[in-house]
């Protein structure tokens, strides 16, 4: 599994200088004056450093690092140090946090995760999901009763989603690889919140070196909308009466944000939902749509708008839950699968878990879930995610303690003593790391390579 590192660094990039008026076209209706155009084409040419989105459950001043709040979510923390890379910090192999741009945490705010009015039940489906950034975020927020389907067409980037969601500790989640439609036919109706982060030109990537100019170009910004249209209809139609539509892109055309928006007001029937805390960002162009900009904010820049399917009846499918796979007599040495807290899906090759009162369709659309173990010729491994799992009875039966410096060395894939035998979980102040096998001597180190880091620094 490929593991996405966000680097931290916040040097000049040498990126293509921007034309200025091909900028202007490509905003679209949005305006500016001549010296802030000038801003932003220069600001397009700058990295800005990822910042890090906390475990909502962590207070900052916890992880004894100079971090500042991000204004537009409560999770959000930039380190004061324009140099630093948080990428090398322990905490962050530890999973104390998530390294993305701020303008990503746009979104986040417009689903109100950090807010009283977020539900914990909610049933949320992410419907354009990898690498993770926003459907690891929503999976941990979710309590008892709420599920996340984290969707993502392109098979290629499922890697990187399973990992961070691996990374959060849930279980509650599962994921799956299908195309809008078939996701909204299949699921009518069925959730309370849908996020679509939707594939556009991707303007704001030019300063992250993840795009070329062509996002400039009208017929990619037509070709994106197009696309964009397809996948919001499938949306709405996964939305329960009344349920919320949080749709986002990392690209400045209005074409693809604000026209969007009052395309599904005008086309969907949709209404909007405006976000009271966000007004300071809100667009003109649009209700209840809000945006960020490089030149003023300081990260890549976004576009975030929160709508809500009207109250019509929608048609509700029933599905039966499927019955769980049978688990193999050798997997019972590491868990108790004995409780009725969990479902069972997978294949003979790997078995996910899934808490039991999760909704009835998840194994008809999911491929995939949390990982609890995976077979390698006739001998079941547990998996990574099993050992990252930070609640329920499928905790690890056995787990040694380490302190930093044993944490740093494991990590970067060194054997660490370990007078227990067999298989067990390495943690770091109650914080899960990976497994070991141990023949009460010596625990050998079974992260998996794309989980290592060898460069951590070695002060924090
Ligand atoms: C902006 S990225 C999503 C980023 C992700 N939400 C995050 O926060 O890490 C858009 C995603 O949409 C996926 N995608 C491409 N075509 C799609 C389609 N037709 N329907 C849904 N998603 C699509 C892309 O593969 C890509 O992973």
């Known amino acids: 599994m490929a593991w ?74 930039r380190p004061t140090d324009p140099l630093a890379r948080p990428s090398r910090w322990l905490p962050f192999a530890a999973g104390d946090y998530y390294l993305q741009d701020a303008g990503s945490l746009l979104a986040l705010a417009a689903a109100e995760l950090d807010s009283q009015r977020w539900h914990p039940a909610n049933l949320v489906c992410d419907l354009c999901a990898a690498p993770g950034g926003k459907a690891s975020a929503v999976a941990e927020q979710l309590g008892p009763a709420g599920f996340l389907l984290a969707n993502e067409p392109i098979r290629s980037r499922l890697p990187a989603l399973v990992h ?56 990619q910004i037509e070709h994106s909308a197009a696309r964009q249209r ?35 007001v005008d086309e969907l029937g949709m209404t909007v939902d405006p976000v009271d805390r966000l007004q300071a960002y809100a667009s003109d162009l649009a209700p209840a749509s809000y945006r960020l900009w490089p030149h003023r904010h300081s990260c890549a820049g976004s576009f975030a708008a929160s709508l809500r399917r009207g109250d019509e009846a929608v048609e509700r499918r029933t599905y039966r839950t499927q019955p769980s796979v049978k688990v193999e007599r050798d997997l019972r040495q590491w868990f108790d699968f004995s ?34 173990a995976y077979r390698t010729g006739k001998v079941w491994k547990p998996s990574h995610a099993a050992a990252l799992r930070r609640s329920g009875p499928l905790r690890s039966q056995q787990a040694i303690d380490v302190d930093a410096t044993q944490a740093r060395s494991y990590l970067a894939g060194s054997p660490i003593p370990c007078t227990l035998r067999g298989w067990s979980v390495v943690r770091l102040h109650g914080r899960p790391l990976g497994w070991i096998k141990s023949d009460g001597r010596t625990g050998k180190n079974h992260l998996p390579a794309a989980s290592r880091f060898a460069n951590l620094d070695s002060g924090r």
């Open 4 to 77: 996405r590192r966000f680097g931290g660094s916040s040097s000049v990039g040498d990126a293509k200088a921007i034309d200025v008026s091909d900028l202007a076209a490509a905003l679209g209706k949005w305006t500016f004056s001549a010296d802030e155009l000038t801003e932003l084409a220069t600001s397009l040419r700058r990295r800005h450093s990822s910042i890090l989105r906390l475990r909502p459950e962590l207070v900052a001043a916890s992880l004894e690092l100079s971090l500042a709040p991000i204004e537009w979510y409560s999770f959000g923390y």
């Open 164 to 219: 961070n969601l691996a990374r959060t500790g849930s279980d509650r989640f599962a994921i799956s690889s299908r195309d809008p439609a078939d996701l909204a036919s299949e699921l009518p109706g069925c959730f309370d919140l849908v996020l679509v982060d939707a594939p556009c030109s991707g303007q704001a990537l030019l300063s992250r070196k993840r795009q070329s100019t062509t996002a400039m170009q009208s017929s």
């Open 230 to 264: 397809r996948i919001l209809s499938s949306a709405k139609s996964l939305l329960r009466p009344g349920g919320r539509l949080v749709y986002s892109t990392c690209t400045f055309a209005t074409a693809e944000n604000e026209d969007q928006v009052n395309w599904m």
């Open 339 to 372: 409780d009725e807290a969990h479902r069972w899906f997978g294949s003979n090759a790997n078995l996910y878990a899934i808490p039991s009162d999760a909704p009835e369709w998840v194994e008809r659309v999911a491929d995939q879930g949390c990982e609890i």
